[in-house]
């Protein structure tokens, strides 16, 4: 192969990324713990990893329902139905009816007319924002939102202004800079994935209104986690009226793979034939389907299960902050640890670790610098005694690691 050709330049690049890697001070081993195989127990928070059993406390899966065997009995009769596979897309013989039911009973949980699901929340977010705006348009998106709603509004051609996370008045100040007269869409995350704070809605959507906007909200970790039965941030503020565009996933809360768009029956229909992600790629399995399906008739069943997080969520939080650890903002199942630099969120994950828990670090450029933390999240499946014991593991780090006082 020829150095000075494409693929000379591709090592070079190669070697920077390298570089990086060794800057970091803890290189190989740092490597090693981001893409460490989890064995899981999926009835239980526990996974074992080199021969040991440790509690996880980072995991997506709020509704603790990956092992429920309602779930795994309905992704086993969709597949002994209908094949593992769909062979086409949803427009060209793709479609089977759980599709349809899912999409009906999604529409109908999160309050809107109608549904569409694509094969994942990435998939949804490029393509509903790439379709519906173009480079006439302006997005104005909170800083920390998901980067799939940033790689939308690249696909768009839009414009992308951001504003200050969860500041209403920020985004007012925003609102003047949009030059163009095309549409304004205001974005957030209902659930900040790495904070754990919720989008000052309310306040947002009075700006919006002000400006003529529309509202999209990722409800992505506000599913099954956020209002009274889980229905996500209009449920959590008692109103039906703060968001145009809801999106989602059906990999967090809802334990199957996919993602879902929802609004009016008019905007389904306009997404049907030009979402790209929905119009030329094949549609989403008949496990995952299924699965999405039976998990989410279990969150309307099971509103108890929403309860747990909230109650469970909001005992670890406090006492982690009695102890004098810092968890930023949060309000909800996910709850940083902030550590400050890359090195001290990776020490403390290894205490913790040594402690008996699972807790991933976040590190930079996924947040800002110095504010490098152990993400994690408080599930259905965690019970008090399984909360009490992540508890004392990540108080005891704490200690061990200088970040807070002996
Ligand atoms: N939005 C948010 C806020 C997310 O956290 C994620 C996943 N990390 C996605 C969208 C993408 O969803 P999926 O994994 O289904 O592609």
């Known amino acids: 192969m020829n150095a000075s050709g494409g693929w000379g330049r591709l090592e070079h690049r190669l070697d920077a990324i390298a570089r990086r890697m060794r800057s970091l001070e803890w290189g190989d081993e740092y490597r090693r713990a981001s893409f460490v195989p989890y064995d899981m127990e999926p009835d239980q928070p526990y996974v074992t990893v080199d021969g040991r059993r440790l509690l996880m406390m980072s995991s997506y899966s709020y509704l603790g329902l990956a092992g429920d065997q309602r779930v795994i009995e309905a992704a086993t009769t969709a597949v002994e139905h209908y094949g593992t596979g769909n062979h086409g897309v949803r427009a060209l013989a793709g479609t089977i009816p759980l599709h349809e039911e899912l999409e009906a009973e999604l529409a109908a949980f999160v309050g809107r007319e109608s549904a569409l699901v694509f094969t994942s929340g990435y998939a949804v977010n490029t393509g509903v924002i790439a379709s519906m705006f173009g480079p006439d348009d302006t997005l104005l998106v909170d800083k920390t939102v998901h980067a799939s709603l940033i790689d939308g509004a690249k696909l768009a051609g839009a414009t992308v202004i951001r504003w200050r996370h969860n500041d209403p008045e920020h985004l007012d100040r925003k609102m003047h800079e949009v030059q163009s007269t095309g549409l304004r869409v205001v974005v957030v995350d209902s659930v900040y994935s790495m904070d754990g704070d919720i989008a ?5 959507r009075e700006v919006a209104d002000r400006w003529g906007a529309l509202v999209m909200a990722d409800e992505a ?12 941030i209009e449920e959590h503020y008692g109103r039906d009226d703060l968001v145009d565009v809801k999106v989602g996933t059906l990999s967090k809360g809802i334990p199957s793979m996919g993602g879902w768009v929802a609004g009016p029956e008019r905007l389904m229909l306009f997404l049907k034939y030009h979402a790209r992600p929905f119009l030329f790629s094949a549609a989403l399995g008949p496990a995952q389907a299924g699965a999405a399906l039976e998990a989410l008739r279990i969150l309307d069943q099971e509103p108890e299960r929403v309860t747990h997080i909230q109650r469970e969520s909001a005992r670890l939080r406090s006492t982690l902050v009695d102890a004098g650890i810092d968890v930023g903002q949060s309000e909800t199942a996910v709850i940083p640890i902030i550590c400050g630099s890359d090195g001290a969120a990776y020490d403390y994950a290894m205490a913790v670790k040594g402690a008996g828990v699972i807790g991933l670090p976040v590190l930079t ?3 800002p610098n110095n504010l490098a933390r152990l993400r994690i999240s408080v599930t259905a499946r965690h019970s008090p005694a399984d909360v009490d014991l992540a508890a004392n593991a990540f108080r005891l780090a704490a200690y061990q690691t200088h970040l807070i006082a002996a």
Do not use: D
């Open 200 to 204: 000052r809605l309310p306040e947002i």
């Open 221 to 232: 970790h506000a599913l099954g986690v956020i209002g009274k039965t889980g229905r996500g």
């Open 365 to 367: 450029p996924a947040v």
